[in-house]
């Protein structure tokens, strides 16, 4: 087991560009596994679940390898059909395999998929729109067995709009004779990213950042090099590491629009946001000042990714903020640590109020899910003196090497083996 050592009290400030967004990445991988010849995804970030995905494809028989920052995938080997099961419990994304297996093979295995423990997280929708599709589904002893003799193009609904079920209908219909049109289907930008990426390799796919997403397959899909957008969580996240120290810093290589929701609640923190030709620019008050009210929703509602983080920047800032968490049941496990630092924290159901201290102070605390963890190392950046953040695996999964990233701005932490 690995740590953060911080050493709390130093502005962060500099400029860092952004990698490819690890929730598009992980399904354009899956997707790599419909087209013919090798698939190169670029700007790759360096992470524990990109590697988990890596090690399933590669189980599955196919090519990967990955080099600097471009990840490489050749699908001629897929012959297996079961995903392994002890890769597929490391990470939630080994759910969007089912759709390109099944589109591929018409035929899948996978056990219950893992990940951060931040809910239930079912994956009825994920079955609900393959059945839609002709998948005939068994559920025996924690595997999922799917059936895809009979598939055929068709009409899904889903009643909540849900980003891996819509992306799962995408990649399983891309090679489906006929149209399937998906209604009430996720907005996020990662589904507007997967869209371009089949529609890249031939496909033909539209709707995508609408309700209603219409797929016409296709006989074949071609292998291409392609980069994801960048990742607005990311972003989002050193966003609010230099908005807690009175920072400044500069993101390249960002899609402004995909953080205005962050953006806005910042600026009624008192942050200065501008679009420079460079990227976004953040200058962060002395102190910042609490916001009204956070609630989070589906895309374009504010991210529940990152609703950690802000609840984190909350700790500090002069008046009371509330948060109503509404997209998972089980996502506010970081307030016990943020309240051993010294922030003031009512909890009631999923709702926190957060009545601002003027400064948090060092403690040995534990990431409990990936965002968590990282909400916790943004809290232990203004702590005055020092803070153990124990379980960094969980915050590996989604952003490369965090410690570098946040030493090269000015920070003073380090890993260290515990």
């Known amino acids: 087991m690995e740590g953060f050592r911080v050493l709390g009290g130093e502005k962060i400030e500099g400029q860092v560009r952004l990698q490819g967004a690890k929730n598009a990445v992980l399904p354009i991988l899956a997707a790599a596994l419909l087209p013919e010849g090798e698939t190169v995804i670029r700007d790759c970030p360096d992470i524990r679940d990109v590697y988990a995905m890596g090690g399933i ?45 099944l589109g591929k093979l018409r035929r899948a295995a996978v056990t219950y998929p893992g990940g951060c423990e931040i809910g239930l997280r079912p994956i009825d929708l994920h079955l609900k729109g393959l059945r839609a599709l002709g998948v005939k589904v068994q559920e025996d002893g924690g595997v999922i067995r799917c059936d895809g003799g009979e598939m055929h193009a068709g009409d899904v609904y889903f009643d909540y709009p849900s980003v891996g079920a819509t992306e799962n209908v995408m990649m399983a219909a891309a090679l489906l004779p006929g149209v399937t049109t998906v209604h009430n289907a996720a907005r996020e930008p990662e589904i507007e990213d997967l869209q371009r990426f089949l529609n890249m390799m031939g496909g033909r796919v539209c709707g995508a950042g609408t309700q209603v997403v219409r797929i016409e397959g296709v006989k074949k899909l071609r292998a291409v090099s392609y980069t994801p957008i960048p990742d607005r969580i990311v972003g989002g996240t050193l966003l609010c590491a230099a908005a807690v120290t009175g920072g400044e810093i500069l993101l390249s290589n960002i899609r402004p629009a995909d953080l205005m929701p962050v953006g806005d609640k910042l600026t009624e923190m008192g942050c200065r946001i501008s679009r420079e030709e460079a990227g976004m620019l953040l200058r962060a008050p002395k102190r910042l000042k609490a916001f009204s009210c956070l609630q ?55 709702t926190a109020v957060v009545s601002g201290v003027e400064k948090l102070h060092g403690a040995r605390v534990t990431a409990r899910d990936l965002r968590g963890g990282a909400a916790l190392v943004i809290a232990a950046l203004c702590a005055k003196g020092e803070t153990v953040v124990e379980n960094v695996a969980l915050i590996d999964r989604g952003y490369a090497k965090l410690e570098n990233t946040l030493a090269g701005l000015g920070a003073k932490i380090e890993r260290m083996p515990l």
């Open 57 to 101: 494809l590669k189980q599955l028989g196919c090519r990967c390898e990955m080099r600097q920052d471009e990840m490489r995938i050749d699908s001629a080997g897929l012959k297996c059909w079961e995903m392994p099961e002890g890769l597929s419990k490391q990470i939630r994304s080994s759910i969007f395999l089912l759709g390109p297996i």
């Open 296 to 350: 989070t929703q589906p895309h374009p509602g504010f991210p529940t990714d990152m609703q950690a983080q802000m609840l984190a920047a909350a700790c500090t800032a002069e008046g009371t903020s509330v948060i109503v968490e509404n997209v998972f049941e089980n996502r506010l496990s970081h307030v016990a640590d943020l309240c051993r630092m010294g922030a003031d924290i009512r909890v009631s159901s999923r």
